[in-house]
């Protein structure tokens, strides 16, 4: 046997019309004779309810750090927290789901458009362009040094080797860049 509409409002801590809402609406069910089952209408309560709708619920304190971190690395102000733990939590969650999801298809948007470029395609093509120019500089000796060394009048195999030293001297220098793709 169940208890009446007005006593399952009382140990609820809600109105009457609130469980009238709730039994029309079809959140929770009675019994055959019009009483309400007190644990199956809480259950059937809490998992019929958007917690939109809610006032004055408590919200998991794991879920407030992620939302004010969130919020934080969106470039928000995440002061203004409620005391109780309360429905604005809820509300800011649900606005820092919101930003994100405008975020993301931002990005995507981009991305179909071609104005952004995959990481690591750009890095392998850095490091190849890197590389050929390595490599040329690494040759421009032996095809240069018997040009120079006709116009100056020295040694071809000497003034190759001055070139290739102060090349590599060079190259490593350059070496010494690392290039920051953050």
Do not use: C
């Amino acid at each position: 046997m169940g208890v009446s509409r007005r006593n399952y409002a009382a140990r609820r801590g809600v109105s009457e019309a609130a469980v009238r809402k709730a039994i029309a609406t079809g959140r929770i069910t009675t019994l055959a004779d019009g009483t309400i089952d007190p644990a199956r209408a809480d259950s059937e309560w809490g998992a019929r309810t958007d917690p939109a709708q809610q006032r004055g619920q408590q919200v998991p304190k794991e879920a407030i750090r992620a939302v004010a971190n969130t919020l934080r690395d969106a470039g928000a102000d995440p002061s203004g927290t409620d005391a109780t733990g309360g429905g604005s939590y809820f509300l800011r969650a649900r606005t820092t789901n919101e930003v994100l999801k405008a975020q993301t298809a931002k990005v995507r948007l981009a991305k179909m458009k071609s104005e952004v470029i995959d990481r690591a395609r750009a890095t392998a093509l850095v490091f190849a362009l890197a590389r050929q120019e390595r490599d040329a500089w690494t040759n421009w000796p032996a095809r240069s040094a018997a040009l120079m060394a006709a116009e100056l009048g020295v040694d071809p195999a000497s003034m190759q080797k001055v070139l290739e030293k102060h090349v590599r001297a060079h190259l490593t220098e350059l070496a010494e860049v690392k290039p920051d793709f953050r």
